[in-house]
């Protein structure tokens, strides 16, 4: 879920009603990205870009905020993908170690 310009207030509720609509198991913790942003209209040739934490836009164009947003959610979601991986590695080490030693499982 990305969102921009909402007060804290509301950002927590509307992540509380998304988790309740959307969630469909649990993670250990939750993944969470907290960027501010600025326009940069004046700069010559001025190109979107992240910058300690801040997201540089060159627009109020929606989409360049779409298109960003897009982006955020897949990093989110990748890392997710590579904690689940990392887990599921680990609780399963054993299996490969015990077949190597004992030829079995």
């Known amino acids: 879920l990305v969102l921009w310009n909402f007060t804290a207030a ?18 250990e913790e939750a993944e969470v990205d907290d ?17 300690k934490d801040v997201i540089h836009l060159t627009t109020t164009d929606i ?15 990748l890392s997710v993908f590579e904690q689940t991986t990392e887990s599921t590695i680990s609780n399963t080490r054993h299996i490969p170690e015990q077949l190597a030693h004992t030829g079995k499982i």
Do not use: C, P, W
């Open 10 to 27: 509301r950002e927590a509720a509307l992540i509380q009603e998304a988790r309740s609509l959307f969630t469909r198991g649990t993670l």
């Open 35 to 51: 960027f501010g942003y600025v326009y940069d209209a004046n700069t010559v040739d001025a190109k979107s870009h992240i910058y």
């Open 63 to 77: 989409m360049e905020k779409l298109a960003v947003s897009f982006g955020l959610a897949q990093s989110a979601k």
